[in-house]
């Protein structure tokens, strides 16, 4: 059975003060959701060692948003794997969508850094989605298709399963709205789909496949509760007093 998970993505917010007072704020009100589900904070990197500690003796993890794929050198202001690692740290989100339209990241280097994570032993989450304009269902599908394949290419079956495919239409992210949960439903049983293509039925049915864009404490649990959907990834309401309710989803 595949465990749900709960991401935070918190993009460029919180200085490790604000860090410290939001992870105490939160932790001991978010206790019973965390036997049922992976909650994990990705945070800036200049956060790491604050939230790492204040998690100590509870089982939110931390996670980084983003690595290079390098092992070292000369790549100014960038961070490699071997520097998460150190620190405990074994989940990054890959290939968001402000990391492709913002910084120009391409399917290519994505995939680059997916390779160099799960050979490394980390545990990719890796957005796709379509954006605005691909936004009719035929050229999604299509776009989908490709963008799977893609984040996909020369990885083995074992490197495979630790692969996490977030599943965020650019059009739902930070918009409040969301597609309907048919819809959801659909592009991530087909995500599945494509999986099997490419690793068969009993692979595809171990990688986790989670919904992001808008996701709040209203719309988490019909969302989450769907068959092909096995977590969320949420952004704006991850720092907030709000992101209590919607770890806390299975209470309501
Ligand atoms: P949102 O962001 O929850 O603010 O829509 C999601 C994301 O960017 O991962």
């Known amino acids: 059975m595949r465990k749900k998970m709960i991401i935070g ?10 860090c410290k007072s939001y992870i105490n704020f939160i932790k001991n009100k978010i206790d019973a959701a965390l036997e049922d589900n992976d909650i994990i904070l990705c945070v800036p990197s200049v956060d790491f060692i604050d939230a790492l500690k204040c998690v100590e003796n509870t089982k ?8 290079y794929f390098e092992k070292k050198g000369a790549f100014t202001g960038e961070i490699s794997i071997r520097m998460i690692k150190e620190l405990g740290i074994n989940y990054t989100i890959l290939g968001h969508s402000e990391r492709r339209n913002i910084f120009s990241e391409s399917e290519e280097l994505i995939n680059k850094k997916v390779r ?8 990719p989450i890796v ?3 379509e954006s605005e304009k691909q936004n009719s269902k035929f050229s999604a ?6 963008q799977t394949g893609n984040v996909f290419v020369s990885i083995n079956t074992q490197q495979a399963k ?4 977030a599943y965020e ?3 739902a992210i930070g918009t409040k709205s969301t597609p309907t949960l048919e819809r959801i439903q659909e592009v991530c049983y087909e995500i599945r789909n494509n999986i099997v293509n490419l690793y068969g039925q009993l692979i595809s049915e171990q990688i986790r496949i989670i919904y992001g864009g808008s996701v709040d404490s209203k719309n988490i649990k019909e969302i989450i509760n769907l068959p092909d959907v096995d977590g969320v990834l949420v952004g704006s309401a991850s720092i907030t007093p ?3 309710s919607i770890v806390n989803y299975q209470k309501t």
């Open 242 to 244: 709000e992101f209590i």
């Open 127 to 129: 957005c796709i989605g």
């Open 169 to 171: 239409p650019v059009w």
């Open 9 to 18: 993505n918190w993009k460029m917010n919180m200085t490790p003060n604000e």
């Open 162 to 165: 630790k692969i996490t495919i």
């Open 116 to 123: 160099a994570a799960v050979e490394n032993s980390i545990n």
């Open 141 to 146: 599908a299509r776009f989908i298709k490709i």
């Open 60 to 67: 939110i993890m931390i996670g980084a948003q983003n690595i």
